[in-house]
């Protein structure tokens, strides 16, 4: 019984078989990466990336629930890579304008 | 104009998410070629090889995904380009590409 839901999932259209699981599930990494440079200093932060990271993770969000079916896979992974773009960009943000007092940003 | 409305109505079409997901997703390429001008220091190796395996992978699926989504295709070959670069500069500046034998700090 158990042994066939997991051959159920296993031989999925959309199972770990093929691309419709893998690339979905890589997404993550880039929510991983994010996380492992929260510890880098904001002055090595790009705020082109973060914003392109923060963007399509709230506009990805936004679309998996309106994809028929819902995509909960989908919304989770661009939830939190949205939420590390944002919390990326506060950082540099906040070195950048509202702590150093002598030298200005040059970004 | 026939073209346009065409356009304006097709089933992957700006009316639908298979458009405007992919337009998101150039936001990417888009940051990857303005970091190009900066100084290699700045360059993240984690996100760039994330980067790099994301988009391989996002280039399968919208070949395989009903419909094949060309523009999703277009904007992950550019993207997996532009992070290529930005990974060999990375790995450049970080003396692994040196042909003696590289210090590589990080």
């Known amino acids: ?107 | 104009m026939a073209a346009f409305k065409a356009f304006w109505n097709s089933p992957v079409g700006p009316k639908t998410t298979h458009f405007w997901g992919p337009v998101a997703n150039w936001g990417f390429v888009v940051a990857g070629l303005v970091d190009m001008q900066k100084p290699p220091e700045m360059i993240s190796r984690n996100m760039t090889a994330a980067m790099c395996v994301y988009s391989g992978l996002f280039m399968r699926f919208a070949w395989m995904v009903q419909p094949r989504n060309y523009l999703l295709l277009v904007c992950h070959a550019s993207n997996e380009s532009v992070q290529l670069y930005q990974f060999s500069r990375w790995a450049k500046a970080q003396g692994y590409l040196e042909k003696k034998e590289p210090e590589g700090q990080h």
């Not at chain 1, 993770?57 to 992974?77: A, C, D, H, Q």
């Open chain 1, 1 to 107: 019984m158990a042994a066939s839901k997991i051959q159920a999932l296993w031989n999925h259209p959309a199972g770990p078989k093929t691309i419709h699981f893998w690339a979905p599930t890589f997404k993550w990494g880039i929510s991983i990466a994010n996380v492992a440079d929260f510890s880098k200093p904001p002055e090595k932060i790009s705020y082109p990336q973060q914003v392109a990271v923060t963007c399509t993770g709230l506009i990805w969000s936004r679309y998996s629930t309106v994809v028929t079916p819902k995509n909960w896979n989908l919304f989770s992974v661009n939830v939190v890579m949205a939420g590390t773009g944002i919390y990326q960009l506060a950082r540099k943000i906040r070195h950048d304008h509202f702590s150093e007092v002598q030298v200005p940003a040059k970004e």
